[in-house]
């Protein structure tokens, strides 16, 4: 018997149904389905992309002779299966339902590792003493222990406890616009005296060269007021849909970009903006624009490889700023972009050593990584010594550096409390999605809730201490934002309609398709 949480966040897909039942056509029913309805082809064309690139791993690996795919083959096959098993057990979820979602975003990290599965793991930073039989075993221990993970989110999802929803309601912002402007403008000045304590722009970003977790150490609440202004421009193109008309908001939007890059170095705040936005479309508007995904897609590409080269030109003492305007499309994407992403998730993965070390060579965590997270608030300087996090402990004892290096949320689990963590933290993890999703169908047709529920799916999607990290450091200043511009506050009860009316949607001057 299901659960009334799960039933709860299952009833728009039930809706949905009904609404085309009762003769008004699919997209009555897309109307009827806050997550966004998958059709059969729909599930088929995702399912289809699982098997082929299983079929493309399994086909290369055994033509090239890898070492280990006996064994990370199967593993693979193993991963695909949990993965695409909702779409078969359960088509009645939508596009960005937490389940389908989570599979769908594990399909960039799996794009990202596809050369190990391909010719297999011949070496890695951290294990420069093992051979590629060892390694190749280690990969399909990780693929297992990821299909381990998906089913126990499975189970969280489906058989844990309840969560209550929140009463929220959701005003209709008014003049948005030009509160957004006046906090770009405030993220600017912030922006312009950290900087100028810094020694300049140019200055403050040479000290990326020594190791951007070492310049950066101790300044993340200048980067929250700095990324106020890309928030606001979010929460400005969320609850208004003729935003993207005016030539302010680009101008906003661009402005409020440059900061947060220059501020971080990091190319990572810039991509989740587009993709948030992009997602925010897409569940407002009830459509999906495929073109227009990819084009997106290209042009984040070419983009992320212009910003990594001019963050790779501060190794050389210098800022190269002609290689934001000034580079070959072929020749950035092959020199910086994509054999970085490739690499982070290969040769510079971080659940490998993590799995060949622990526990017999490095002890259990004991949940030390996730209580780090509780420290976050207390300054450094109030306590030099507190708790540092993950990343930054993996990079020194197993890769030898300061930088930091992500961990998988997997990863980090098995190192907390071996099998048994994975197994717990994944079905807590479950939990929290169903949940999440429950909330999302009380209040899936209000923008503000859809840029809030695109935040969080994004950051969300893996159990990892720095991605609730990152996630705390979105959503926190969003929610003070958003109740600042009068768009979100506590109601007196659940459920839609109970927030009030839906604001209104003046038909766009320009065509969407």
């Not at 906090?183 to 190791?211: I, N």
């Not at 495929?290 to 290209?298: D, K």
């Not at 010594?385 to 550096?401: C, S």
């Not at 999440?436 to 169908?441: D, G, K, N, T, Y």
Request: hydrophobic residues 55%.
């Amino acid at each position: 018997m299901r659960t009334r949480a799960l039933a709860e966040a299952e009833a728009p897909a039930g809706a949905a149904a009904e609404a085309e039942a009762d003769g008004g056509g699919p997209e009555a029913a897309a109307l009827a389905d806050p997550f966004l309805r998958m059709t059969a082809m729909h599930r088929i064309a995702v399912i289809g992309v699982f098997g082929v690139y299983f079929v493309a791993a399994a086909g290369c690996a055994f033509a090239s002779g890898a070492a280990g795919a006996e064994w990370f083959i199967p593993a693979l096959a193993l991963l695909a299966g949990v993965r695409i098993l909702p779409l078969v057990v359960h088509p009645e979820y939508g596009w960005f339902h937490p389940v389908v979602l989570t599979g769908l975003l594990s399909l960039r990290p799996l794009l990202q590792e596809f050369p190990a599965y391909a010719f297999g793991l011949r070496s890695h930073a951290a294990l420069p003493n093992l051979d590629s039989e060892r390694l190749g075993w280690l990969l399909a221990w990780k693929l297992v222990l990821m299909a381990v993970a998906a089913v126990a989110y499975y189970a969280g999802f489906h058989w844990g406890f309840r969560l209550p929803v929140p009463r929220l309601a959701f005003p209709e912002a008014r003049r948005a616009g030009a509160k957004a402007i006046v906090v770009v403008a405030f993220s600017v000045a912030v922006f312009q005296f950290f900087v100028s304590q810094r020694g300049g722009v140019t200055a403050y970003m040479l000290t990326w060269a020594g190791g951007r977790s070492t310049a950066l150490g101790g300044n993340y609440y200048w980067f929250q007021l700095i990324g106020m202004g890309m928030l606001a421009c979010l929460l400005w193109f969320a609850v208004d849909r003729r935003a993207v008309l005016r030539p302010l908001f680009w101008g906003a939007a661009a402005l409020s970009l440059a900061v947060q890059f220059l501020s971080m170095g990091s190319r990572g705040s810039i991509f989740y903006a587009f993709v948030v936005a992009f997602m925010v479309w897409v569940l407002r508007e009830r459509k999906i624009p495929w073109m227009r995904f990819l084009a997106l897609a290209a042009v984040g590409m070419v983009a992320l490889g212009a910003l990594g080269n001019l963050r790779r030109s501060t190794w050389k003492g210098r800022v190269d700023w002609s290689t934001v305007t000034d580079f070959s499309v072929g020749e950035t994407l092959r020199s910086s972009t994509l054999p970085e992403l490739v690499e982070r998730r290969t040769t510079g993965e971080s659940s490998i050593p993590i799995l060949a070390s622990v526990p017999h060579r490095v002890e259990l965590l004991y949940g030390a990584s996730y209580a780090a997270v509780l420290t976050l608030p207390i300054p450094r300087g109030i306590w030099p010594d507190k708790p540092g996090m993950l990343g930054g402990k993996i990079g020194r004892l197993f890769f030898g550096m300061e930088a930091g290096v992500p961990a998988t949320g997997v990863g980090e689990a098995y190192w907390n409390f071996h099998v048994p963590g994975v197994l717990l933290v994944f079905f807590l993890f479950g939990v929290f999605h169903k949940w999440l999703a429950a909330v999302f169908a009380a209040y899936g047709r209000r923008p503000t809730m859809i840029l809030l529920y695109a935040l969080v799916m994004w950051f969300a999607h893996d159990p990892s201490s720095e991605a609730a990290v990152a996630l705390l450091f979105a959503v926190l200043p969003f929610l003070v934002m958003a109740g600042l511009f009068g768009a979100i506050r506590r109601g007196r009860s659940v459920g839609p309609g109970a927030e009030g009316p839906l604001p209104s949607r003046p038909p766009l001057l320009v065509s969407w398709r």
